[in-house]
């Protein structure tokens, strides 16, 4: 499992993006289970997921409406299957209307540039 904590921050809000292979439903339920177990990631007030399993493409907005989708748009242009990602939100009091469904792009493309190429 990769983490990686406070990268985006804007008008109080905190992101962190973690991801990991997974192979089934169960293990991507199960992903978050142990993401979880940090105290932080469980109080954050959406943890957003997708990931593209053999059986077909898996999502959870956590009350962040949409953001799954976003997430699973980027999986599907990198190809990128059996590896779940998931965008951290911890709210910061302020509305962010449409501009959080950017910071859940630019918190998946800096996942995604630091695993690099996936075979």
Not at 67 to 72: E, F, P, R, Y
Not at 82 to 110: N, P
């Amino acid at each position: 499992m990769l983490v990686l904590d406070n990268i985006i921050s804007d008008r109080g809000s905190k992101y962190a993006v973690s991801g990991g292979e997974v192979g089934s439903l169960e293990a991507a339920r199960d992903f978050i289970q142990v993401l979880c177990r940090d105290k932080r990631f469980a109080k954050a007030t959406h943890n957003s997921w997708g990931v593209i399993l053999p059986q077909g493409a898996v999502k959870n907005d956590d009350g962040e409406a949409g953001a799954g989708m976003v997430i699973l748009r980027m999986l599907e242009r990198q190809q990128l299957k059996g590896h779940l990602v998931c965008v951290t939100r911890w709210f910061g009091g302020k509305h962010l209307g449409g501009d959080r469904f950017r910071h859940v792009q630019e918190a998946v493309r800096i996942y995604l540039t630091e695993i690099g190429p996936v075979a």
